[in-house]
């Protein structure tokens, strides 16, 4: 089943290969209703796409991306219908790009102690938006030849528990709920299949979580039929998206290929604070 929406999209703001104009070009070439551009930690790449896309019959959801993981527990959580310039959610979007940058940096000097020196410049150079990834990082140990592939940077150097890895500061989830709601938005629960179920989710029930993605392209069937059962038990909204970040290694673009139900986004708009 093919459907007309994708919830869960990445541009270069962040950390996708793709700029917010050719991801709104694609997303009108596949004839797509609904796209929520969810950058990491910006929702500059929403701005721009919304721009492009008046006019149009594509809707651009503003949505942003925050993780919130610790050593422990990765939870990533999904932000729709926030409004994008609220100076609340940019003061703290500020914040964790600069923590962001610092942990990054950190990551790099790792790598030099490691014998795989990249230069920093570099590094900045491959991130044309607002926020470092330790995808950058892996494109810049690409380019030195210290690895073949990003994949095998994550592999071997730069994924969790990893020579050059260094965990993030952990954020409380519940305030990261508190911000999206003061600006307009509801949440939903990035890829629970691949992360695992936090051990908090009825807490973060409790505090406003509204959905749970549950089409994610690393769910199997048997994650899609166990999510879906739990997002009924908590009554919350069943989201999914590509997670989209461009072409796979096979040349793939899964933009709005995941079976997601249309009448998500207006169970999604209708539960936004007003
Ligand atoms: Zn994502």
């Not at 949505?63 to 409004?83: A, P």
């Not at 899964?254 to 986004?265: C, D, I, K, N, R």
């Amino acid at each position: 089943m093919s459907s007309r929406l994708d919830l869960h999209v990445h541009t270069t703001a962040s950390d996708g290969r793709w700029s917010p104009a050719r991801v709104v070009h694609e997303a009108l070439a596949r004839n797509l209703r609904y796209l929520a551009i969810t950058d990491h930690e910006t929702t500059q790449g929403a701005v721009e796409a919304m721009a492009l896309a008046r006019d149009t019959s594509l809707e651009v959801i503003p949505g942003v991306e925050i993780s919130v993981g610790s050593s422990e527990e990765e939870i990533d959580l999904l932000g729709y219908f926030v409004d994008p310039a609220h100076p609340d959610l940019l003061r703290f979007l500020k914040g964790m790009q600069a923590e962001r940058t610092e942990r990054i940096r950190a990551m790099a000097e790792r790598l030099a102690q490691l014998g795989m020196p990249v230069p920093w410049e570099r590094v900045l150079e491959l991130a044309t938006g607002d926020v470092l990834g330790r995808s950058h990082l892996a494109r810049a140990m690409v380019e030195q030849g210290y690895v073949a592939d990003e994949a095998e940077a994550f592999r071997r150097w730069l994924g969790r528990g990893c020579p050059a890895y260094i965990p993030r500061r952990p954020i409380d989830p519940h305030e990261v709920l508190a911000v999206i709601r003061a600006a307009g938005g509801v949440a939903a629960l990035a890829h629970p299949g691949r992360s695992g179920l936090p051990r908090n989710l009825e807490s973060l029930w409790r505090a406003g979580l509204v959905g749970l993605e549950v089409f994610h392209p690393d769910h199997s069937p048997a994650d899609v039929a166990r999510l879906i059962a739990i997002a009924r038990i908590y009554n919350l909204i069943p989201t999914g998206g590509s997670d989209f970040h461009g072409p796979g290694p096979d040349g793939r673009i899964l933009l709005g290929t995941m079976p997601v139900p249309e009448h998500t986004v207006e169970r999604l708009r209708e539960r936004c604070p007003r």
